[in-house]
């Protein structure tokens, strides 16, 4: 017996001896790997099985290779076993069966295997199989880091980067990425990049940053191509190149990844880097927001509330911006307020308008304030409250925005929801008007007009109400014409109040069809047709050549 046990140890040896001769990539060697592993060969029934997985020179079946793993895991092979715990996870061969992964990862991790170690960590960190545990997660990570294996030393990094079972700490991240970096990994290569573009566990460093997406994204690394036209894009260690950016972003868009899909999108929409397409803005828009991206959602729908690149349909709109606003999207919950308040795709509706403005608002969108607080000022959607009204103006004032700036200063002005204080009025309308809001400059204009929070100038007032009516603000209009007419701030100047007062007018303002009347009762018939030539002339210019 001792005999027969011996001559079949050497035939198994010379077997072995075989197929680790045999070629890799022909069919002789699935010959061999086959005599081997029947004569029940570990390293050729794995071998084996990696063949039927894979497809090499045998059609690809994962159910003969989930066989042939399985012996060789009785065994005790721990390759095969960490393949057998793949297959479990995937579903291939076999129906998907996380806990039955673990139990083979973990058979092959605790004989030191360090691909199965880090699987094992991967089902510890995302809770599949195992209940989540960070902490063993990266015990597991860290032993086959330690053994060099990249995508561990990776994960692990990621764990110090998140503070996920250790005690967030960047520089210990950077340490790990770089170990898997230098190995040529990509995702590590990518994160690593991140690291220095944040500068986290590092000193903050763009050209670093560049260096290193840019190794993912030569490999194909879909998150690093994004990155680095990112990089481009935003003149980040590198010269700014929209074209450059455009190309890096086309290459992840083109592997489905959605962020580049979307600023692929918004480079076409705006003609960046690529000649300005609203078709095909809309093509990478849709590919994106197909994938829930908020942002492609968002702008898919502005796309059809303007009928850019496709037929104009406020109820697609919606549908998008819903969609977005769903996901907490706060530019889509403004716009979706927007639709519901002026009845655009839907039945008009104040409560559901206020809803959706409330969301975005309460997230700090600017607009979105200022949309509310004009809500709570006219009571539509809600009781009307001044002071709310002047809450929600304040927010929006204080990042910036001119409506709302224009909107605080008329509260102050108007002593609703505040004390009455003309100063104040001034100021707000100041900030407004400098930033261009025709409102605040014709309200800045009447300011200075009356003296109210500011010492009376003619001049200044003139000034602020030309710059409103250059913008076609019929109050401002009507106000310069006024002081045209009566020499106030300007010469007197009948035809230059004619010009003025009919562009008010014809911008649909009440007050000057009477205006008008009383002015032509002073002028001659040469200077109304004088006028009446150059009205035309300033309303074909857009306003820019009046006098």
Same mark, same amino acid.
């Given at each position: ?512 069809? &009477? ?8 002028? &001659? ?10 009205? &035309? ?6 306003? &820019?050549?009046?006098?």
């Amino acid at each position: 017996m001792e005999k027969v046990a011996v001559l079949l140890l050497c035939i198994l040896f010379a077997l072995s001896w075989l197929y680790n001769s045999a070629p890799k990539d022909d069919k002789e060697a699935v010959k061999w790997y086959l005599k081997a592993a029947q004569q029940g060969d570990a390293s050729a029934q794995n071998n084996l099985g990696l063949m039927y997985a894979n497809g090499e020179d045998v059609p690809q079946d994962y159910k003969e290779a989930v066989k042939w793993f399985r012996k060789a895991a009785q065994q005790g092979d721990a390759l095969a076993q960490n393949r057998l715990g793949f297959m479990y996870a995937n579903g291939e061969g076999v129906p998907q069966d996380d806990k039955e992964a673990v139990k083979w990862y973990l058979k092959a991790a605790q004989q030191g295997d360090a691909s199965a170690q880090n699987n094992l960590g991967l089902m510890y960190a995302n809770g599949e199989g195992v209940p989540q545990d960070y902490k063993e997660a990266v015990k597991w990570y860290l032993k086959a880091a330690q053994q060099g294996n990249a995508n561990a030393q990776n994960n692990l990094g990621s764990m110090y980067a998140n503070g996920e079972g250790v005690p967030q700490d960047y520089k210990e991240a950077v340490k790990w990425y770089l170990k898997a970096a230098q190995q040529g990994d990509a995702v590590a290569q990518n994160n690593l990049g991140f690291m220095y573009a944040n500068g986290r566990g590092v000193p903050q460093d763009d050209k670093e940053a560049v260096r290193w997406y840019r190794k993912a994204a030569q490999q194909g690394y879909a998150s690093a191509q994004y990155n680095l036209g990112f990089m481009y894009a935003n003149g980040r260690g590198v010269p700014q190149d929209d074209k450059e950016a455009v190309r890096w972003y086309r290459k992840a868009a083109q592997q489905g990844y959605a962020s580049a899909q979307y600023n692929l999108g918004f480079m076409y929409k705006n003609g960046e880097g690529v000649p300005q397409d609203y078709k095909e803005a809309v093509k990478w828009y849709l590919k994106a927001a197909q994938q829930g991206d908020a942002l492609a959602q968002n702008n898919l729908g502005v796309m059809y509330k303007n009928g850019q690149g496709v037929p104009q349909d406020n109820q697609k709109a919606v549908k998008w911006y819903r969609k977005a606003a769903q996901q907490g999207n706060a530019l889509a919950q403004n716009n979706l307020g927007i639709m519901y308040k002026n009845g655009q795709g839907v039945p008009q509706d104040n409560q559901k308008a206020v809803r959706w403005y409330r969301k975005a608002a309460q997230q700090g969108h600017a607009k979105a304030q200022n949309h509310l607080g004009f809500m709570y000022g006219s009571g539509r959607g809600v009781p009307q409250d001044n002071q709310k009204a002047v809450k929600w103006y304040r927010k929006a004032a204080q990042q910036g925005n001119a409506f709302a700036q224009n909107n605080l200063g008329s509260m102050y002005g108007s002593g609703r929801g505040v004390p009455q204080d003309h100063k104040e009025a001034v100021r707000w309308f100041r900030k407004a008007a400098q930033q261009g809001n025709a409102l605040a400059q014709n309200n800045l204009g009447f300011m200075y007009d009356i003296g109210k929070g500011i010492p009376q100038d003619d001049q200044e007032a003139v000034k602020w109400y030309r710059k409103a009516a250059q913008q076609g603000n019929a109050l401002a209009q009507n106000n310069l014409g006024s002081m045209y007419g009566s020499g106030r701030g300007v010469p007197d100047n009948y035809i230059s109040a004619y010009v003025w007062i009919a562009m008010a007018k014809l911008s649909g303002n009440k007050n000057s069809v &009477t205006l008008i009347e009383k002015l032509k009762k002073r002028m &001659t018939r040469q200077q109304i047709a004088l006028g009446q030539a150059r009205a &035309t002339k300033c309303y074909q210019s857009n306003y &820019t050549d009046c006098y």
